[in-house]
């Protein structure tokens, strides 16, 4: 009979046992609960959004302001576009004025025929681009500089350098243009505009070129869109 009574007395005292396990406490469970209810308030605040998004998008569409908004956008960038290749090529060109006109030979020294035809130049500078930035070029033919000449210029990218800026200084000093609008390059003989096999490509690519980068953009501002 032991055996049955030992079977008993445990049968007994397994309910107190488990009433003895640890119990989920009410305030962890809340705030798992809120964790939840927050992460499915955001969930549902990005969809109010998309759906808000959606709608605005069919209004504009509706109204026309989107095709408003993409033609200005395309006029900005067709504009940015132009802007570019005109500064890789170097600007509008405003004269291409021969060398052999503006200066004594194998010199920077600008004759009185030269320095009247910059006057023409800056007339029309003044009068048309006023506030742009300006930019001078000097160009020679390949024909190596004599001996004599080379006691004053290396080579011909010393002599183009030196007529660049001497024209530079004759437009800034008798211009109303501010002197940080002006840059003079020198190209030397390395951009033809003829062959240097005959002696009239010879003279035309002995040149000054004379020419105005595009103005600058602000692409930040807001713009105007209610036409």
Not at 43 to 63: C, G, H, M, N, P
């Amino acid at each position: 009979m032991r055996p049955l009574l030992l079977f008993v007395g445990l049968a007994a005292a397994l309910p107190g046992l488990v009433g003895c396990a640890p119990t989920r406490l009410p305030g962890a469970s809340a705030s798992s609960r809120l964790d939840s209810l927050r992460a499915e308030n955001a969930t549902l605040r990005s969809r109010l959004r998309r759906v808000e998004d959606s709608l605005r998008f069919r209004d504009d569409l509706a109204t026309g302001q989107y095709y408003r908004d993409l033609r200005v956008l395309t006029d900005r960038l067709n504009r940015l576009a132009y802007e570019v290749q005109m500064r890789r090529q170097g600007g509008r060109a405003v004269r291409v004025l021969p060398a052999d006109s503006l200066f004594e030979a194998g010199t920077a020294t600008l004759t009185a025929a030269g320095k009247k035809r910059l006057r023409a130049t800056i007339a029309h500078l003044e009068t048309a681009y006023p506030t742009r930035a300006v930019r001078v070029e000097g160009h020679a033919d390949d024909t190596p500089l004599s001996e004599a000449l080379q006691e004053r210029f290396a080579s011909n990218w010393e002599l183009s350098a030196a007529r660049a800026t001497a024209v530079v200084r004759y437009l800034s000093a008798r211009s109303a243009l501010a002197p940080s609008q002006f840059a003079a390059l020198a190209y030397g003989a390395t951009d033809p505009v003829a062959s240097n096999a005959t002696a009239r490509g010879r003279r035309r690519n002995r040149r000054v070129r004379i020419a105005v980068l595009p103005p600058p953009q602000d692409y930040s501002r807001p713009v105007d869109t209610s036409w």
